[in-house]
T-cell receptor
Framework: AQSVTQPDIHITVSEGASLELRCNYSYGATPYLFWYVQSPGQGLQLLLKYFSGDTLVQGIKGFEAEFKRSQSSFNLRKPSVHWSDAAEYFCAVGGGYQKVTFGTGTKLQVIP | GAVVSQHPSRVICKSGTSVKIECRSLDFQATTMFWYRQFPKQSLMLMATSNEGSKATYEQGVEKDKFLINHASLTLSTLTVTSAHPEDSSFYIC?????????FGQGTRLTVV
């Protein structure tokens, strides 16, 4: 069965600092991988996705993620965090007409 | 990207009543839609897979008689919470897939009083 682990429940970073959110997955085949962001009381917004090809994917809002098959990881990064990035981030695996399984989320707090 | 519209965004209802939530794919056809529930400070849990023209497939532990799903057209799926109780209060989100990518609605905050 597919699963996603986000080991960090809560992360606090200073504005302007770099960010890395961890995601590990378990999937039987080549996975489709996603990162979503959710602001309080809102739906999900897709930040980026990996289906195939280049393992470093660029997304919106300056985010990027790197797919590492050997580590079963798909970590999200941003070189310089802005206060508006404070939100909850979900890593997900699946898609392609299969159900999407979400991680438990990482709540990002940005301090001035 | 594709757009999925979910309505209403917020609803408050009395205990014992039923509430219908709509999920529409605005610019594409979706033979399959998914319904998720998100408990406070938790991740999204898949409730059911809605299939156009056939019965929904429910995840283990989800009461199909309580959460009625209808997918009558290629652009509309509805979730009806029947005889709602306070424990049904939650954030419900739908998604529809175009190709390999899922597009999510903005969610519905249901509060049962």
């Amino acid at each position: 069965a597919q699963s996603v682990t986000q080991p960090d429940i809560h992360i606090t970073v200073s504005e302007g600092a770099s960010l890395e959110l961890r995601c590990n997955y378990s999937y039987g085949a080549t996975p489709y991988l996603f990162w979503y962001v959710q602001s309080p009381g809102q739906g999900l917004q897709l930040l980026l996705k990996y289906f195939s090809g280049d393992t470093l994917v660029q997304g919106i809002k300056g985010f990027e993620a790197e797919f590492k098959r050997s580590q079963s990881s798909f970590n999200l990064r941003k070189p310089s965090v802005h206060w508006s990035d404070a939100a909850e981030y979900f890593c997900a695996v699946g898609g392609g007409y299969q159900k999407v399984t979400f991680g438990t989320g990482t709540k990002l707090q940005v301090i001035p | 990207g594709a757009v999925v519209s979910q309505h209403p965004s917020r609803v408050i209802c009395k205990s014992g009543t039923s509430v219908k939530i709509e999920c529409r794919s605005l610019d594409f056809q979706a033979t399959t839609m998914f319904w998720y529930r998100q408990f406070p400070k938790q991740s999204l849990m898949l409730m059911a897979t809605s299939n156009e023209g056939s019965k929904a497939t429910y995840e283990q532990g989800v009461e199909k008689d309580k959460f009625l799903i209808n997918h009558a057209s290629l652009t509309l799926s509805t979730l009806t919470v029947t005889s709602a109780h306070p424990e049904d209060s939650s954030f419900y989100i739908c998604s529809a897939e175009q190709g390999a990518e899922a597009f999510f609605g903005q969610g519905t905050r249901l509060t049962v009083v």
